[in-house]
Every structure is written in structure tokens, then in C-alpha cells.
């Protein structure tokens, strides 16, 4: 079966520096990726998204790089701020309609 | 608008129980989507219908799983009989179109089934 896993369950940073979250995935025809962020007791929220054609794509704060060579996606956020703290999760379009999940990095943000 | 809404927030029920969650997606949305989410497997797709039609079901576990749009405004996820490996957090969203980036998730039915 297809797989989404992250190399680090739990981050924490201080505030105002910058957070990198990691992100393998397994299936090389996948072509389309998302992070989301999901704060505690609410549902997750669609950061940004890249797809296969790019390797860097950026955000308010946020920028995404995919690496299909090693099957690697990271987030990084800027200026980490104390609303940033969530877990957070990457997603993978292999095919059609289809996304498979990451279990989630838990970042908190020390003030 | 209040976004997707819920319910119930939270059901304990025992094994073998029917259980029905409840979604009200975003008024003018068109696609609705069924997830649920444990701790050892993640965020998984259940069903997803687009103008009220079930497109692709492919992620319902078995048959004790049934999911109904009946109108653009409510949709139904019926366990049958339950069992405690059902137990997870149950999210509905929905979106414009299948723009994946104008997925908006409600705030989940967290079930124990007992």
C-alpha cells in the first residue's frame, strides 16, 4: 500500500526562528502534494499545496520544496510565531482523486 | 457563514450500535468529502460526492459503512453495526468544485465505540 510518513513527530522551536517539517512519501507517480496545519479539536487546514512540475513554491510565511528524486517534501515556516504551534501533515495525489495522509509532526512554538 | 458544521461533536456508543454523523457543508459548495482520522493511520478519504452523487467511495472500509447526500446540504456516515476499531475522529468537509484548496473541514465527530 501507499505510505506518507514524517521523520520528526515532535518539534519544537523558539519563537521567531525558522521551523523546517519533514515529509517522505513513497509513490513516484504521485504528482500533486499538499500540508496541512491542524490545531487542537479543530479540522485540518490547507497551507499550500506544489505540484510535480515545481521544486520550491511560497507562501505568506510558508514555502514548500519537493525533491521527487528522494521522494521528500519539507514546510518550512518563517518567523515561527506562537499561533503556528499545530501538527501538521502532508498529503500525496498519486493518482486521480485519491490522497494518502501523513500521521502528522507536532510543532510547538516556545514563546 | 458558519462554515461546515457537525454532529454530534462527540458519541460514545457501544459495539454492535448504529451510528449516524451529521454534515451541513458551506452553502454553494457542490463537493463534499468524508475522512477519518486516527492516531496510527492518519487522515484517510472515505467517500467524496460532487453535486450530491457518490464519486468515489474506494476508501470506505466494508460494508458496515454507508454514506447519503440526499440534497446539497446535508449529508449522512452510517456505522452499522459499530465496532470499537471504528473509534476515530470523523471529518466532513466540503469545497467548491474538487479545488482541493477550497476544502474547508468542519470540526470533526470525535466516536468511541465501546
Known amino acids: 500500500g501507499e505510505s506518507v510518513g514524517l521523520h520528526l513527530p515532535t518539534l519544537s522551536v523558539q519563537e521567531g526562528d525558522n521551523s523546517i517539517i519533514n515529509c517522505a512519501y513513497s509513490?513516484?507517480?504521485?504528482?500533486?502534494f499538499i500540508w496541512y496545519k491542524q490545531e487542537s479539536g479543530k479540522g485540518p487546514q490547507f497551507i499550500i499545496d506544489i505540484r510535480s512540475n515545481m521544486d520550491k513554491r511560497q507562501g505568506q510565511r510558508v514555502t514548500v520544496l519537493l525533491n521527487k528524486t528522494v521522494k521528500h517534501l519539507s514546510l518550512q515556516i518563517a518567523a515561527t510565531q506562537p499561533g503556528d504551534s499545530a501538527v501538521y501533515f502532508c498529503a500525496e495525489n498519486p493518482t486521480g482523486n485519491q490522497f494518502y495522509f501523513g500521521t502528522g509532526t507536532s510543532l510547538t512554538v516556545i514563546p | 457563514d458558519a462554515g461546515v458544521i457537525q454532529s454530534p461533536r462527540h458519541e460514545v456508543t457501544e459495539m454492535g450500535q448504529e451510528v449516524t454523523l451529521r454534515c451541513k457543508p458551506i452553502?454553494?459548495?457542490?463537493?463534499l468529502f468524508w475522512y477519518r482520522q486516527t492516531m496510527m493511520r492518519g487522515l484517510e478519504l472515505l467517500i467524496y460526492?460532487?453535486?450530491?452523487?457518490?464519486?468515489?467511495d474506494s476508501g470506505m472500509p466494508e460494508d458496515r459503512f454507508s454514506a447519503k447526500m440526499p440534497n446539497a446540504s446535508f449529508s449522512t456516515l452510517k456505522i452499522q453495526p459499530s465496532e470499537p476499531r471504528d473509534s476515530a475522529v470523523y471529518f466532513c468537509?466540503?469545497?467548491?468544485?474538487?479545488?482541493?484548496?477550497?476544502?474547508?473541514f468542519g470540526p470533526g465527530t470525535r466516536l468511541l465505540v465501546l
Open positions: 460526492f460532487n453535486n450530491n452523487v457518490p464519486i468515489d
Open positions: 452553502s454553494g459548495h457542490n463537493s
Open positions: 468537509a466540503s469545497s467548491l468544485g474538487t479545488s482541493w484548496e477550497t476544502q474547508y
Open positions: 509513490n513516484s507517480a504521485s504528482d500533486y
